[in-house]
């Protein structure tokens, strides 16, 4: 009788279970924009913070911080992308992105800016910073710069109609203010026209290459992170800029490559390596004098930092002038 009604019961709760899923509506095309996946995924050195961003198929995303001690969700960020651990993994930083909404109504993409959002991964407590172009993150989470996406101002008409020897930028090379932060008492310092920043491995100091509209005060500075953000001017000469920045995995010593704007054959001015260290720079030269290093070389440390590794290429042959043809005989 008990095994009778044991089978009684069981059919009856399986012809429950059959109404309710038959009652659910059935899945539709519009489901799959509310399905999920994690993008950019990053785990801390350490192994204890796992980050990601949950994106839909098409939507707004959303930032995560898991604390996996415990395996327990520390943060959600509204619409954060790109997610990334500082090396000490005590911050998580997001790119916070327009909305979709915002998006695909405003006309004038360019007025659509990103925020950054910082999570503490000891509290979960989030901390925003408007309109920030790029960012970089001390690796031991004191410091943090960030350009802001406003453009740089520049100087009056007046000043440029008596300037008649202006150096023009290349036409993408975009210089923004840049602000230094300093994440435990909240110490701000601003340097205008910052073209190329880095901030070396020890969080120390901080480099920045300073780009003017007109180009006669560009200049290459060195920043001592502390509070009074000594800074000294490495170079100082029109036109100047460095394309690229590479400090060394585990030292104050820095790799720059140097280029400028007076020469307005863009494929054939002169860039140069340069090695800084003490505080004082040299020049890397190619082994081939035949070789030269151009603007969009790459520099990469090896892990050590015991090499360093860059692009260089043939010298181009010099520019042909255009011969003008002035009577027969010069035809």
């Not at 110490?187 to 509209?213: C, K, P």
């Not at 003490?278 to 520099?299: P, Q």
């Amino acid at each position: 009788m008990k095994a009778q009604l044991s089978l009684l019961s069981l059919a009856l709760v399986a012809s429950l279970g059959s109404a309710q899923l038959s009652a659910k509506e059935a899945l539709q095309f519009k489901d799959v924009f509310d399905f999920k996946y994690a993008k950019g995924t990053q785990l801390s050195e350490d192994g204890q913070i796992l980050t990601f961003s949950a994106d839909p198929y098409r939507g707004n995303a959303e930032g995560q911080v898991y604390a996996l001690n415990n395996n327990t969700l520390l943060a959600s960020v509204e619409r954060g992308t790109r997610p990334t651990i500082n090396k000490a993994a005590n911050w998580v930083a997001f790119t916070q992105v327009p909305t979709l909404l915002e998006k695909e109504t405003t006309k004038k993409k360019d007025e659509l800016k990103n925020n950054l959002v910082l999570v503490n991964t000891k509290n979960g407590e989030q901390q925003t910073f408007n309109d920030v172009k790029d960012y970089a993150l001390s690796d031991d989470g004191v410091w943090l710069a960030y350009r802001l996406d406003k453009k740089a101002d520049k100087k009056d008409d007046q000043e440029k109609d008596e300037n008649s020897s202006e150096i023009k930028p290349d036409k993408k090379d975009k210089s923004f203010d840049l602000v230094l932060v300093n994440l435990q008492d909240k110490t701000t310092h601003t340097l205008n026209n910052v073209f190329s920043y880095a901030m070396s491995s020890t969080g120390e100091q901080l480099l920045a290459s300073q780009s003017f509209s007109d180009g006669a005060d560009n200049q290459v500075v060195l920043v001592t992170l502390n509070n009074d953000f000594a800074t000294s001017v490495l170079i100082d000469e029109p036109g100047v800029v460095a394309n690229k920045i590479a400090w060394q995995p585990n030292s104050n010593t820095a790799a720059l490559l140097i280029g400028n704007y007076v020469n307005d054959d863009t494929r054939r001015r002169d860039h140069s390596l340069q090695l800084l260290q003490n505080g004082a720079l040299s020049t890397i030269n190619s082994a081939d004098n035949s070789w030269t290093i151009g603007k969009t070389a790459s520099l990469t440390w090896s892990e050590d930092g015991a090499r360093l590794y860059y692009e260089n290429h043939p010298k181009l042959a010099a520019k042909s002038v255009l011969k003008e043809y002035k009577d027969e005989a010069s035809l």
